[in-house]
């Protein structure tokens, strides 16, 4: 009799044992979902308020998402977009490379990095962003159009024009057309 009573209380310690071990299970991913929530929400936030201009203000919140996830390519991009629009051009290149250290494929920050350098300037740097941006996504046609005008800068017509001619056949609706057009006259 005391055998079946040790066997009943036995059982009973087993499941109560694993129902406590389906409860940690259960509040690890609720921690770990809120965690993943937590930075898609900074990250969003940045972006909603990049959209509204309030560079100052997205900056912190990309912080805060680089903060839970210091790889977030998108956190880092976004930061630098921010940082470029505030006319902190050198503080937003150095963003742009972080990106291109966790991801070299991620083309949108070549190309926001060239951007960047040819506002400094950079025209030959930029270039070669821009060369970049296009090597990993043969059709971004707006580095196509903005290597152009860079070429263009620097009185390199004929590329320009090629360049242009490309970013047209990416992207029939391009500003490319009125630039290759004064370029041809």
């Known amino acids: 009799m ?3 009573k ?3 209380s036995s059982g009973k310690h087993a499941i109560i044992m694993v129902l406590g071990i389906t409860a940690l299970a ?5 921690c770990i979902a809120s965690a993943a929530q937590s930075l898609n929400f900074w990250a969003h936030k940045g972006g909603e308020l ?6 100052d203000e997205a900056i912190k919140a990309y912080d805060k998402a680089i903060e839970i996830n210091p790889h977030d390519s998108y956190a880092w991009d976004g930061k630098g977009v921010a940082l470029g629009n505030l006319g902190n051009l050198d503080e937003a290149i150095t963003a742009f490379d972080k990106v291109i250290e966790i991801n070299p494929q991620y083309s949108k920050a070549w190309y926001n990095k ?4 040819n506002k400094l300037n ?11 941006a296009i090597e990993i996504n043969p059709k971004y046609s707006m580095a196509w159009y903005n290597k152009a005008i860079t070429l263009n800068k620097l009185n390199k017509s004929d590329e320009a024009i090629k360049a242009y001619e490309k970013a047209i056949e990416i992207n029939p609706n391009s500003e490319a057309w009125n ?6 006259k």
């Open 6 to 8: 040790c066997d009943k």
């Open 179 to 184: 630039n290759k057009s004064n370029l041809s």
């Open 122 to 132: 950079k025209h030959y740097e930029a270039i070669n962003a821009y060369e970049k």
């Open 2 to 4: 005391n055998e079946a």
């Open 114 to 117: 060239g951007l960047a350098l």
């Open 50 to 55: 990049m959209n509204s201009e309030k560079y």
């Open 26 to 30: 259960l509040l690890m991913l609720v």
